[in-house]
């Protein structure tokens, strides 16, 4: 809740980014911004397209992927977004105008990540398609939700939920299959 102390915490650690962002952190929160061409859903695409041709699927076996990972990443959109204006928290920044953001600021409520809901999405999908890439893939999903508490625009529950939404809608894809 808004005010409370768990929520104090969290800004208090989104302000400790801000104040004291190392350039690793800058690297990430700006590598993770996608803020030209098709953003997040056209990086995770061409990931898929890259373990597709590495691991030679032929048309149908692609073209399913793809559908799979697109149908359960628009599913998190959709899920991410619905929560997001039912619960209306406000961003780290307009809470604490003192946390800089070196990266655009979204203008829409904080809670959950949609970085974290698509990246986390596409990566669990992925990861069970391709099980070998499963921990890479995770990796990176991980590191796109953190990228948002390192630029200043989510706070640690944020990304935690995100992911959470990702791994549901995940499963129930991978669940009704291609």
């Known amino acids: 809740a808004f005010g409370s102390q ?3 915490s969290a ?12 350039a690793e952190q800058l690297a990430i929160a700006q590598f993770w911004a996608m803020t030209t061409g098709s953003l ?12 597709i041709e590495h691991y030679h699927l ?11 990972a697109h149908m359960a990443a628009m599913d998190a959109n959709i899920a991410c977004h619905d929560a997001k204006f039912t619960y209306w ?3 780290p920044y307009r809470a604490d105008e003192a946390i800089t953001t070196p990266i655009g600021r979204p203008q829409h409520p904080s809670y959950p990540s949609n970085h974290a809901c698509m990246s986390g ?7 069970a398609l391709f099980p070998a890439d499963a921990k890479r893939l995770a990796a990176m999903a991980d590191e796109a939700g953190e990228s948002r508490l390192y630029a200043g625009i989510h706070y640690r529950f944020d990304k935690d939920a995100g992911l ?4 549901h809608v995940a499963a129930l894809a991978l669940h009704r299959g291609i």
Do not use: H, M, Q
Not at 11 to 22: H, I, K, Q, Y
Not at 40 to 51: H, I, P, R, T
Not at 58 to 68: K, N, S, Y
Not at 121 to 127: E, H, I, K, N, R
């Open 58 to 68: 032929d048309e149908p076996r692609a073209a399913g992927t793809l559908a799979i």
């Open 6 to 8: 768990p929520y104090l």
């Open 40 to 51: 997040v859903a056209g990086f995770w695409n061409e990931e898929a397209s890259k373990l």
């Open 121 to 127: 999405t596409f990566a669990y999908v992925l990861g």
């Open 164 to 167: 959470a939404i990702a791994r």
């Open 89 to 91: 928290l406000i961003r």
């Open 11 to 22: 800004l208090a650690e989104v302000r400790s980014f801000s104040d004291n962002r190392t």
